[in-house]
């Protein structure tokens, strides 16, 4: 019996949500008396792949295959199936993701695993085995009995901070087999932004609404964000009205996201924005209406006008680096 | 081109959550139900490539006779007929059980739904389907086009967006801005009332997960408001006293 970690890549580093993944699964390997196997699908240096050996990877399997540099779906799905039967594998442990959940849920009927999605604190194995999970948009938990042999855990960003150590992990080479068929989703082109902050993966997100009044006023977003090393998102006003991306939604039927800080500005808080983003350990709202909703949900609050106060923000943290 | 589209019942968006019999219920008294946002993302993007090019639109749903007034709403919209599987939601893998056993009995070209459901947001069902039919599944979907015998999608993932290209059959968990939402006309209404609503038993009664327990958030405490002349103050209470900077 072995846990496995589902590690992602983006622009050829690990993805700080997948060691999060790989800590937590290291933790689930200790309560069970195993280790954790980190698997890597694609081409990536193998400098990194060691160093998965830090957060708690006993081993990393890596199928070095140019076909899966790209995230396919089910090629992904049958790749990882091979590797839990490989590992013998009890647990597969993986981050949310656009690509994650996806995947998993193809793997989970492959090899018959209960699935617990949006995890949130680690199981509870006293008696079975049970994970808490988030449901309704973040609104309430669930205490959720996985009941088959076989499980998978998709868990929330910011769920496990995994410790550090000075172990290094031993990289081997799997060769899966893989079929024609796998590849039946043609991926035909990729446009994403580079070198920008992927907002699921940020620690800090600063966000902006109506408030704002038009796109061209993005500037003061974009400059705290930058100081703060921030990722930028919007409400879904915002991005219907094609102010901003749809990828930088959050809310209800946007991107839910759990960093250590959100700071919205110009944005009421409407139940359905504050169901993405209620998971944040601080949140910081600025909004000149001192009824906004937002305030009653939030840690820290400023009644001003964003005009006059982002700016002053971006200074001030300025001054602190 | 036969389409299934997939429907959840769910509270609606403003619900406030609460439960019932020591926290093992949801308490359903004053909360509204509605189609799950997603779904109906994926229902009104169906409805549209009826409309463009023929076939037909069949709503699926796994829930207890409660759910009835959902999928009329469904039928109302411009969906050919329904079929319920009379057996209460619980569990993502007893639920694409019973879509892949429908699906085998008819064959579709297209099975939609939402990206995921708004209660338990797992987002799982899709990718459980697909498998268990052996055809490809793709969520979340932003863009979705038929020529012919293949689709042309847009996925999005973080910081973008894919295009793809698949052979039919295909599932896929769609969300916004696949379609607008469509809003039910008094024609949709009466015709509704008169179109087929199958109810079947499930099949099997497998289920991987219970939930044992559900629980609220703890309270949030008193936002802590500093003036808007001292704004500069945030960033050091960040710093000192939240510790997140």
Known sequence: MSILAFVEIAEGAIKKTSQEAVGYAAEVARMRNTTATAVVLGEIASAELENLG?????KVLQAADSRLNEGNIQA??????QAVEKENAEVVVLAKSSLGDAVAARLAAKIKASLASNAVELPDTSNGFIVKRSIYTGKAFAYTEMNSDKKIIAIKKNVYTPAETENKASVEAFSPTLQEADFNVKIKETVKATGDILLPEADIVVSGGRGLKGPENWGIIE?????LGAATACSKPVSDLDWRPHHEHVGQTGIKISPNLYIAV??????????????????VAINKDADAPFFKAADYGIVGDAFDVVPRLTKAVKELK | MKILVCITHVPDTTTKISFTDNNTKLNKAGVQFITGPYDDYALSRAIELKEASGGTVTVLNVGLAETEPTIRKALAVGADDAIRVNAEPTDAFFVATQIASIAKQNTYDLILMGRESIDFNSGQV??????????PSVSPVMKLDIEGTTAKLSREIEGGKEQLEVSLPLVAGCQEPIA???????RGIMTARTKPLKVVEPTGKEELTTVTKYELPAPKG??????AEEAEKLITLLRTEAKVL
């Open chain 1, 223 to 227: 400059e705290l964000a930058g100081a």
């Open chain 1, 54 to 58: 830090r957060i708690g990877a006993a």
């Open chain 1, 76 to 81: 992904y799905a049958n790749v990882l199936a």
């Open chain 1, 266 to 283: 110009g944005i009421s808080g409407a139940i359905q924005h504050l169901a993405g983003v209620n998971s944040s350990r601080v949140i």
């Open chain 2, 126 to 135: 899709h990718g459980l389907v697909g498998e268990m039919l052996g055809i």
């Open chain 2, 222 to 227: 008193a936002c802590k408001m500093i003036p």
């Open chain 2, 180 to 186: 607008e939402w469509k809003i039910p006309n008094m």
